[in-house]
């Protein structure tokens, strides 16, 4: 029997438990602790950020710090020059490692060594060997020259390069290993078709193997870029930012601030590297959703 109501009155509903099946209320139970740490972990860290770098001041101090001019500068050199030497080595050297020769097995094994290892032990190894009074590197340039070998991470532009070429050789590795897949699940077929038709090794790579590779390539890279916006053990671990703060990256400026008890300008600092980590973010989304 209907039940009516004069006037603007109107019966409530039933309750939302009442409405809800026993599958969507566990549904909905067993939802509840990942939202909640996903509010507490992640929303709440960076809307925390985002507030202490809101402050108009602290953009300014940034704009008139020449370090952090040096750092961006640092950071565009690292992702344009870097990523893209690494990815190239990468795509060549998976092409090696794809060969069915038994002592490749074993090289690939001391060949990931590098990305397997924890970033701290490596990349501190690298700058002991790098000591200019007592380092190995030296040492070898001595015994065979008899002259002194050069401070390697006094001099700003060999300190960044070298900080590059250390971010290469630990994380090289991977990016082989994923253009590797990319490569073995090419049809071998294309391949014996070339071979009867005479083609070469460049007009292999050229047309079989670069086209079916190019979406798996280009995707990694901006991958590559994002990753290293925030990687700062290459950097950090290896020249601490000098000489004079001036190999700093956006990501070790931030933690420069934050010794310096400066925790707005830290923020601000990581904020400032938006506008690089944003369109690399939309071309990779609208690259993979096609």
Known sequence: MAI???????????????????????????????????????LYPVGYGLWLARE???????????????????TLIFLVIGINIKMLIALFLSGFFAQQRPWIRWLSVIFILPWAVP?????????????????????????????????????????????IGVHIWKSLPFWTLILLTGRLAISHDL????????????QKFRYITWPSMQTLYVTCTLLSMIWTLGDFNSVYLLTGGGPADLTHVLSTLGIRY?????????????VCAMPFVLPLVYFMMKRLSR
């Open 4 to 42: 009516t109501i004069s006037g603007d009155q109107a019966l409530p509903g039933p309750p939302l438990s009442a409405r809800l099946t026993p599958p969507q209320v566990w549904g909905i139970v067993l939802l509840t602790p990942y939202l909640l740490v996903f509010l507490a972990f992640v």
């Open 119 to 163: 970033s701290i032990p490596t990349i501190l190894s690298v700058r002991f060997m790098l000591n200019p009074e007592w380092g190995v590197v030296n040492q070898l340039i001595f015994k065979f020259t008899g002259e002194d070998g050069p401070n390697w991470l006094n001099d700003p532009a060999v300190a960044l390069a070298m900080a």
């Open 258 to 270: 934050l010794r310096l008890d400066q925790l707005s300008l830290a923020m601000a600092s990581i």
């Open 191 to 202: 391949y014996e078709a070339s071979d009867v038709d005479g083609a070469n090794w460049w």
């Open 56 to 74: 108009p001041a602290s953009y300014v101090a940034l704009y008139h710090d020449p370090i952090f001019a040096r750092a961006a500068v640092n």
